[in-house]
């Protein structure tokens, strides 16, 4: 069964070095204190991104694209590694932006980027040095948060991650 998606963005900062056509699933069940993204909450929110209609995003973005983010949609293993392996074939990096604190094994192989961690509001996002967030490359399996915290053009990634997982 295909999850619901809302309307694609190209995102700069979300992955760094590259530029990202993000897809925010619906039906989150992480239920972070102080989500500002509640409307991720409900999966009859959005459209159903089916493999044929992301193949379609990705075409149209193509050349322009480097990686395809999904904020969320690891509930639904099955529906996301099909997605990621579309995006492969398309020569695309991949990176999933999760909630949870870890992802599933059959998920992440199939993974450049992964950051992992609810949001906590006391802690802060990835450009914080206090947060529980992480983000790794997971070719190499390290830990890439500096990236956030140094980039001198990096202003909302908190508030990126509050919108989406
Ligand atoms: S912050 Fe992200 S992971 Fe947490 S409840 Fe909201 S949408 Fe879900």
Redesign the pocket.
């Known amino acids: 069964m295909d999850f619901n998606c809302l309307h694609p963005t190209i995102v700069f900062q979300e992955v760094p070095q590259e530029i990202s056509l993000c897809f925010s699933i619906t039906g989150?069940r992480?239920?972070?204190k102080g989500?500002h993204?509640?409307e991720?909450?409900d999966p009859k929110q959005g459209e159903p991104l089916s493999n044929q209609r992301f193949t379609h995003w990705i075409e149209r973005y193509q050349g322009l694209i480097s990686c395809v983010l999904f904020f969320?949609g690891e509930w639904q293993p099955k529906t996301l590694i099909e997605k990621l392996h579309i995006a492969k074939s398309y020569g695309l990096k991949t990176c999933l932006y999760s909630?949870e604190q870890h992802v599933d094994m059959a998920i992440s192989s199939q993974l450049d980027f992964l950051k992992t961690g609810?949001?906590v509001p006391e802690l802060g996002g990835l450009d914080s040095p206090r947060s529980n967030q992480v983000f790794r490359d997971m070719h190499t399996l390290e830990k890439l948060n500096h990236l956030f915290i140094t980039s001198p053009s990096h202003t909302s990634i908190a508030g990126a991650?509050?919108v989406?997982?």
Request: with cysteine; net charge neutral.
């Open positions: 989150c992480v239920g972070c989500c993204s509640t991720l909450w969320g909630g609810r949001w991650d509050n989406a997982a």
